[in-house]
């Protein structure tokens, strides 16, 4: 194993070691969409570990179950709903479903995405980019419509992932960055609109997260590039200021900050979570 990667397994065991789940979200209901692998899993997991009660969304009942078992091990209630966020009925039945779990809401984390094709933006078909729109930034849009009212009578927040891919301008990103801008700029609208009614809406943006997926990547980067998966990792770790990559865990505790009370005044911001890769 090289030395490179060596490092930051080394950074990440010791950041797990160190890390003490506090209760910080106990008694508050939060709602995960794109409940999966990776980061989905990871924001569930870390609110149970908080004291959170949730609802986790997808499109893959099996996977839900495996994560409600999973957090249901922590002592917190979970409801599992089946739910397509492209669909404007699975949406509200989300909504539906969580008041009729829990009466009330309190967060609400816009997790699911997708990504275009890898093309130059001039590359890619009018249709193809509205699709990934559909998800990615009209979902996260009419989902906190349908969850305004609730979370304005607990004084709650949105919280939408982004991507420091908003930084780059690599033309093979061109199409997921168009969709991530414009989630970027929703949520700052909406904390402007809803903040009267006491709603916090918030951004985070990770970078690469060091994860089962992007794990899978840097093989394919590593074949097609003819090198190691740890040279991969070494480059991609490079332009930050630790040297490494975020895990899933780390995003998501950072995610749930701004759930929690700690946060009570931050609003209209979008946080970076990337080891310090972008900053001025």
Known sequence: MSTELGYAEAHDTSIEERYTPAPLLKGKVIVISGIGPGLGKSLAEEAAKMGADLVIASRTEARLDEIATLCE?????????VTDVRDEDSRANLRDKTLEAFGRV????NNAFTIPPMDP???IKPEALAKVNETNVFAPLRLSALFADALAESKGSIIMLNSCVSFSS?????????????LEHLASSL???????????????????YEDVNRGY?????AVENKTHEQVYAEKAAPTDLQRLASSEEV???????ASDLASAVTGQMLTVDCGEFHD
């Open 73 to 81: 091990g922590y002592g917190v209630k979970v409801a599992k709903v």
């Open 106 to 109: 309190d967060c609400v984390i």
């Open 121 to 123: 933006i001039t590359q």
């Open 170 to 182: 690599q033309p093979e990103y061109a199409g997921y960055k168009l969709s991530k801008g414009a």
């Open 191 to 209: 904390a402007t609109e809803l903040g009267p009614r006491g709603i916090r809406v918030n951004s985070v943006a990770p970078s690469y997260i």
């Open 218 to 222: 840097f093989d394919f980067l590593g």
């Open 252 to 258: 998501a505790r950072a995610t749930l900050f701004l």
